[in-house]
């Protein structure tokens, strides 16, 4: 540690002193030495609370303080405006007996601030994609003064960006502000949950030519305390009761600091409710707090402090807004409800607690309405509980990580870029628009002729018009997109209805519900006193009793490898220490199920003379190829008349008789024919599975669905392995 701790500047020392830090940690003495002793980008993977943000911002502010910048000098680049927020005071801390200013620039952040920085832009500024996107538009003129002696680049929690639109956004940022300010600053990339470093190398470098050093962080050892436990969810239980279910959650998190993570935010306000209601009836304290992106900002900050606050108990349900690194102290327990989409997402949430040498403490709790005996096969299998093992025992026994595929053709992000730079840019002439856009890392896999098809179409409906010289410019019905602030995003905005108690927000909901009506929002039951629909404004009055309201969302994918191991979990004779009693019951249950029906030996199990049900065990892309493949090659041959399921646990299938023997064979045949991915679509669908893809010609948007939203590699690999 001497020889860097010396290197650092001095109020960094005196940081360190201040804090009482005994030492650097592993990953910030080897973060300091790539910053130091080269010129490579960094990419820093290592566990939650392992130090990784103090390891890039402490050599970082360093070289700023030894060789000051004439711009911003180092952009920090957050998923989310709380742990821009958080972070913003951590280097507040840091800096404030440097001379190094820190800037933050969301939404939420005042204009008066935002015209101080414009005016000197200096430090470091810490921004998300969307506010990012903004300059690159408005400051178009202004960008060699805001950036042009960029030297760091910092992405936080990379693995929320890779993969997706939102990332190649923030790829196709970096390498504009690189085309504009002729200077290619390093980049640093941070993440605690990533399983390829490769994948995760070649995303950050994209559109440069640095290499990235991704240090080994060898990873101390931690004690870890697991456990799932069950229940079966009475359909009969009077409303008033306090089901077995709801009084174990409620003792779990009694009178502690517990995070309470749920899949979806109808979830968390449902048991926030229950919690907050039996304490009511035992008269304890109100401790309970619900976070998730429809609670308003002052509520969500309001759970956060409670959290962040020492020796005071705080119970809060949230969705993966709280997934993130946003400091909230020290956990005592995290508890999931059902199973976490992913292995990855399970080492975030699981990263919550257990800090500082403390061991962490994760609990998972699966329930499911009791189902019959009659009941059909699918609806016997508690699925929940067996990804929950899965992702566990995929962890435990191998630290296997999902890994993160690039898009390769991310239509609607083409869309949003070219009537980005269009629009910074007042007017360009096709040639150099397509040679900045297609010279764009992102965008590697789209063809000149591609681009042609998507600007003569854009042409056609209005959105971009050529002039009578020859260029570009934003047409009228384009201006009505691009100049709304929501245009920044390149996910989609729900207009959702402010809900409010007299002049205090509380959140917002999709639907607006009429007069008198109660519904759940932030964990507490409202009556709807009042609606504007034209300012889309609820008054509301809180009320007793128990009320729910219901948010859609999806679940994301999920990987093969998880099927497998859920298949896997069905099969193999093991006892898993960590199964609490009723979660090895229903365990011990759905095994013998297994056994009964044939499912440990077959995939495809007949359930009538023209019924069968099909379990693939592949994952949510594979599922979905399969499922085409059935649709629209089988339906002739094997006369099918339904198909029906839920990706990607299982398919029932109706077909004719005797032909569910030969399910299997057709399967097998057309998987070895040279059936392409593009032949699973009918000439005249488009799916839209983007914000800008109802802009998007529908030839193009075919072949972005048959590349990144089907696998046939993936499914013929998966058939091949049933019997």
Not at 13 to 32: G, S
Not at 326 to 339: F, K, N, P, T, Y
Not at 464 to 470: D, P, S
Request: hydrophobic share 40%.
């Amino acid at each position: 540690m001497g020889d860097i701790f010396s290197r650092l500047a001095p109020f960094v020392q005196e940081y360190i002193y201040n804090h009482n830090w005994t030492e650097l940690r592993p990953v910030q003495i080897a973060a300091c030495k790539v910053i130091f002793d080269s010129d490579a980008h960094l990419l820093i993977a290592a566990g939650t609370a392992s130090g990784k943000t103090e390891a890039a911002f402490l050599p970082v502010v360093t070289q700023l303080y030894e060789q000051p910048s004439n711009t911003i000098g180092a952009l920090y680049i957050g998923p989310i405006k709380a742990l821009i927020n958080d972070q913003f005071e951590r280097l507040n801390g840091l800096l404030k007996e440097a001379d190094i200013s820190v800037w933050h620039w969301h939404g939420d952040v005042s204009q008066s601030r935002k015209k101080q920085l414009l005016k000197k832009p200096q430090g470091i500024l810490q921004i998300t994609p969307e506010s990012l996107e903004s300059l690159l538009i408005n400051k178009n003129q202004e960008l060699i003064g805001l950036f042009g002696d960029l030297r760091f680049v910092i992405i936080d929690e990379i693995h929320a960006f890779m993969g997706s639109e939102r990332g190649c956004q923030i790829l196709c940022q970096l390498e504009r502000l690189a085309n504009t300010t002729q200077i290619q600053p390093r980049r640093i990339g941070l993440s605690a949950t990533l399983g390829d470093y490769s994948l995760a190398e070649d995303w950050l470098s994209s559109g440069t030519e640095k290499k990235v050093i991704t240090p080994k962080i060898e990873a101390g050892k931690r004690q870890v305390k697991l456990a799932v436990e069950y229940f079966y969810l009475g359909d009969d239980v009077d409303e008033e009761e306090i089901s077995d279910y709801e009084k174990y959650l409620f003792n779990l998190s009694k009178s502690r600091k517990c995070l309470i993570f749920a899949n979806n935010k109808t979830q968390t306000e449902t048991v926030i409710a229950s919690l907050r209601k039996i304490a009511t009836t035992t008269g304890l304290p109100d401790i309970y707090h619900v976070h998730h992106g429809s609670i308003s900002a002052s509520l969500r900050q309001a759970a956060e402090i409670a959290m962040r606050k020492p020796n005071n108990p705080a119970v809060t349900a949230a969705t993966l807004t709280l997934e993130v690194g946003v400091d909230i102290g020290q956990l005592e327990r995290v508890i999931q409800l059902e199973s976490p989409p992913s292995v990855a997402s399970f080492l975030q949430r699981l990263g919550r607690t257990g800090r500082r040498g403390k061991t962490a403490d994760m609990r998972f709790v699966c329930a499911e309405n009791e189902v019959s005996p009659d009941a059909p096969l699918p609806e016997q299998i508690p699925w929940q509980l067996l990804q929950c093992i899965a992702i566990i025992q995929l962890y435990l026994e191998s630290r296997w990580i999902e890994p993160i595929k690039p898009l390769k053709y991310p239509l609607s992000l083409l869309y949003h870029q070219t009537m980005s730079i269009i629009s910074a840019q007042g007017e360009i002439s096709p040639a150099m628009l397509a040679k900045q856009i297609l010279g764009l890392s992102t965008f590697s896999a789209i063809s000149q002729e591609d681009f042609k098809v998507l600007l003569r179409y854009l042409i056609d409906i209005n959105h971009i018009q050529k002039t009578e010289l020859g260029k570009l410019i934003i047409g009228l019905t384009g201006e009505k997109i691009v100049n709304k602030f929501q245009f920044y995003a390149v996910f989609p905005e729900i207009q959702e209805y402010q809900v409010k108690q007299g002049s205090i927000h509380i959140g917002s909901i999709v639907i607006p519900l009429p007069v008198g009506h109660q519904f759940a929002l932030a964990g507490k039951t409202w009556e709807v006193v009042e609606i504007n629909l034209k300012k889309k404004i609820i008054l509301v009055k809180q009320v007793g009793g128990k009320a729910s309201i219901f948010w859609r969302g999806g679940s994301g994918n999920i990987h093969t490898k998880i099927l497998q191991r859920m298949q896997q979990v069905l099969i193999e004779n093991i006892e898993y220490p960590y199964l609490q009693k009723n979660a090895l019951n229903r365990l011990h249950k759905v095994r013998q199920l297994t056994k009964n029906v044939g499912l440990d030996k077959h995939n495809i199990v007949q359930v009538s003379p023209n019924q069968c049900c099909l379990f693939p065990w592949m994952g949510t892309v594979a599922f979905r190829t399969l499922e085409r493949l059935l649709n629209y090659w089988c339906r002739e041959s094997l006369e099918i008349t339904n198909i029906r399921g839920v990706n990607p646990y299982y398919l029932t299938i109706k077909l004719g008789k005797e032909k569910i023997k030969e399910l299997y064979p057709e399967i097998i045949s057309l998987c070895q024919q040279r059936i392409t991915a593009e032949d699973l679509l009918t000439d005249v669908e488009a799916p839209e599975m983007q914000k800008y893809d109802k802009f998007i010609p529908h030839s193009l948007l075919r072949k972005a669905f048959a590349n990144d939203y089907l696998d046939l590699e993936e499914m013929r690999q998966q058939v091949s392995d049933w019997y």
